[in-house]
């Protein structure tokens, strides 16, 4: 029989998007028990586009329609948990009728992210289908219900602040209190190229770079720019509170998780890894590139006091 084809538009109320750009998910699953259909998810931002295909049914029983899918921890780690829910409303259709129709899911995910750039993760929800609707705690004999599993492959791609285009900040004139030595030694590995789990000379990631700098003075650090989230005492994320040495927090979104790290230096200056190597950028909201981190800057940790 012809396959059936269930084509159904989502947006979504929260996705972390990466420090460097917007995030494109592509995601294939199975929703099993009673719908028994393939899944086909892509996700831009917070847009998502989803079709389920039945193996033998035919259009004549499908669901469309579009709706709301939150997901909520992604991207605050290398490697972690998140959990996703969604609802969305649109049409059911059966061989001998159609209705308007609500479909619920709520479930867990596990992410991989290995580079900056690109992640891969698996998804288990559960799906249930309110023909009527008149809400999933009142569900009728036919409903369609059951567990679905997927994959998925996520890219950051889009628009991140552009260095390359114009010159980079000056160092500070003058370096001062009790971490000065810690900001000497992160200055002087300027220009060392990014390399994801990089911790020494030859290649930094952003926390790799923290990490490296305080640990050259005896100081040792989590690994992760989650992790150091939480090293040292927290500082009031204002500029005026910020010391050289300081540890500044970055979120992919705003308001969202850390998924950057970066070592402020004065002067409304800091020391960072990103794409383009170890370099300095603004955190100022009257310079163009600068805008865009404040926008970002999420808190402040201080270690040495």
Not at 5 to 15: P, V, W
Not at 89 to 94: A, K, R
Not at 125 to 130: A, K, L, S, V
Not at 260 to 269: A, D, I, L, N, S
Request: one cysteine or more; hydrophobic letters at 40%.
């Amino acid at each position: 029989m012809r396959p059936r084809i269930e084509f159904f538009l989502l947006i979504t109320g929260i996705s972390h998007l990466h420090a460097q750009g917007r995030d494109v998910d592509v995601v294939y699953g199975r929703w099993y028990n009673g719908n028994q259909s393939s899944s086909y998810e892509l996700r831009v931002g917070g847009f998502v586009a989803q079709a389920l295909i039945h193996d033998s049914l035919g259009r004549h029983r499908a669901f469309y329609g579009a709706g709301w899918q939150l997901h909520a921890l992604r991207r605050r780690s290398t490697f972690g948990p998140y959990a996703i829910a969604g609802v969305s409303l649109g049409l059911s259709t059966d061989t001998t009728k159609q209705a308007l129709a609500a479909l619920w899911s709520a479930g867990a995910g596990l992410e991989w992210r290995p580079v900056q750039w690109i992640a891969v993760g698996v998804e288990a929800q559960y799906r249930f289908q309110d023909v009527g609707p008149r809400g999933f705690w009142r569900a009728t004999r036919g409903s369609r219900d059951g567990i679905s599993g997927a994959i998925g492959l996520s890219l950051a791609v889009g628009s991140g602040p552009r260095h390359e285009a114009r010159e980079q900040p000056l160092q500070p004139s003058n370096i001062t209190g009790s971490a000065k030595d810690i900001v000497q030694t992160a200055l002087a590995v300027l220009g060392t190229p990014y390399e994801w789990g990089g911790t020494a000379e030859n290649g930094f990631d952003c926390s790799g770079l923290i990490q490296y700098a305080y640990a050259r003075h005896g100081i040792r650090l989590p690994r992760t720019s989650h992790d150091q989230a939480h090293a040292g005492s927290l500082v009031t994320p204002i500029i005026e509170a910020l010391q050289p040495g300081d540890i500044l927090l970055f979120s992919a979104q705003p308001g969202g998780g850390v998924t950057h790290v970066g070592m402020y230096v004065g002067e409304h200056t800091f020391i960072h890894s990103s794409n383009a190597g170890v370099g300095l950028s603004r955190l100022e909201a009257q310079d163009s590139d600068g805008a865009w981190w404040v926008e970002r800057w999420v808190g402040a940790r201080r270690v040495v006091q």
